[in-house]
C-alpha cells in the first residue's frame, strides 16, 4: 500500500537527483561505510541497496567485491547512480516496501536515510527482511529526533528571517511510526522479527561548502527546500541574508562550514 506520506515524498525528490548529489549527498555518505560492516558486506556477497540515491553506498559495495543490486523510487538517482556503478549487477527503479525480486535471494540488503522516507517503515524493514536469504544481515540508518545540529540550524535560519514553516505536510501515520531513538529503530527491527539487532548513535560533523548546504533547500531539498519554494524573491534575500548570519558562527579559517550531526545506525540478522 502506498500512503499519502509515500507519495508525498515522491514528489518532493522527482527530478531532484542532481541538486541532492551538489548539496546533501555527503552529508548522507559518511555513515556508508560503517553501514557496509554492520551487514557484514565483503567480497563474494549479493547485496540490495535500497533507495541507492546517488549510488554511494552501492558504489562502496562494489569496490568490496559485492554484487550488488541498487533500487530507487526516484528515476532521476537511478539514471544518476547507473552513471557510477558500471560494475553493479543491475540498478532499477523500484520502491519500499513492494520490491521485484524473489525472496531470500540477496545475502544483505543496506538502507542508508531511506526508513525515514517511506510512509511504512515496518513494512519496508519486513519487506528487507523477505528479500534476504536466512543468516544474512539487514542494516539500516536514519536520522534521530531531536535533530542534530545540523539539522536544526535551518529552523534558525527560517526563525531569523521571520519565515514560518508549513503546518499542512503529510507525515507518517502514528500507527505506523517509530520513536527515532536507538530504542525505537531496535524496536522496529525487532517488532519486524530480526535477531542479534543493535543500534548505534553515530556523531560526526560535517564539513561542507556554505554555497552547498544553501543549495539544497535553495533548490526544493528536503523539507526546507518545501517552505523556500513558497517564498517570493525578496523573502528570498532575507532568508540568505539570515543563512549568511546564522552560519558565520560554523565557519572554519578554510570557510568551509563545520556542521556537528549525527545518525541512528541499526543492524540485525535474517532468522
Not at 516496501?97 to 513494512?123: K, M, Q, R
Amino acid at each position: 500500500m502506498t500512503t499519502a506520506f509515500d507519495e508525498y515524498e515522491r514528489s518532493r525528490w522527482a527530478g531532484r537527483a542532481a541538486a541532492f548529489d551538489r548539496s546533501f549527498a555527503s552529508l548522507c555518505a559518511h555513515p556508508a561505510s560503517a553501514l557496509l560492516d554492520a551487514a557484514n558486506v565483503g567480497a563474494g556477497m549479493r547485496v540490495l541497496d535500497a533507495g541507492t540515491g546517488s549510488g554511494t553506498v552501492a558504489g562502496l559495495a562494489c569496490a568490496r567485491g559485492a554484487a550488488v543490486v541498487a533500487v530507487d523510487a526516484e528515476p532521476s538517482m537511478v539514471e544518476l547512480a547507473r552513471g557510477r556503478l558500471p560494475s553493479a549487477e543491475e540498478v532499477r527503479v523500484a520502491a519500499l516496501p513492494h520490491l521485484p525480486f524473489p525472496s531470500g535471494c540477496f545475502d544483505a540488503a543496506v538502507a542508508n536515510f531511506v526508513i525515514n522516507h517511506v510512509g511504512d517503515p515496518l513494512a519496508a524493514i519486513g519487506e528487507l527482511r523477505r528479500v534476504v536469504r536466512p543468516a544474512g544481515r539487514i542494516a539500516v540508518t536514519t536520522w534521530p529526533y531531536p535533530p542534530p545540529e545540523a539539522q536544526r540550524l535551518w529552523g534558525e535560519v527560517f526563525a531569523a528571517a521571520g519565515v514560518e514553516p508549513p503546518t499542512a505536510v503529510p507525515s507518517v501515520d502514528a500507527d505506523r511510526d517509530f520513536p527515532r531513538t536507538p530504542d525505537g529503530l531496535a524496536g522496529l527491527l525487532d517488532v519486524a522479527g530480526l535477531t542479534d539487532v543493535r543500534c548505534d548513535t553515530i556523531s560526526w560533523v560535517h564539513r561542507t561548502d556554505p554555497e552547498a548546504w544553501w543549495s539544497g533547500p535553495a533548490n526544493g531539498i528536503s523539507r526546507p527546500g518545501l517552505l523556500m519554494e513558497a517564498q517570493p524573491p525578496d523573502v528570498i534575500v532575507r532568508i540568505r541574508a539570515a543563512y549568511d548570519e546564522v552560519t558565520a558562527a560554523y565557519r572554519d579559517a578554510d570557510g568551509l562550514l563545520a556542521l556537528p550531526t549525527a545518525a541512528l545506525l541499526a543492524s540485525a540478522s535474517v532468522p
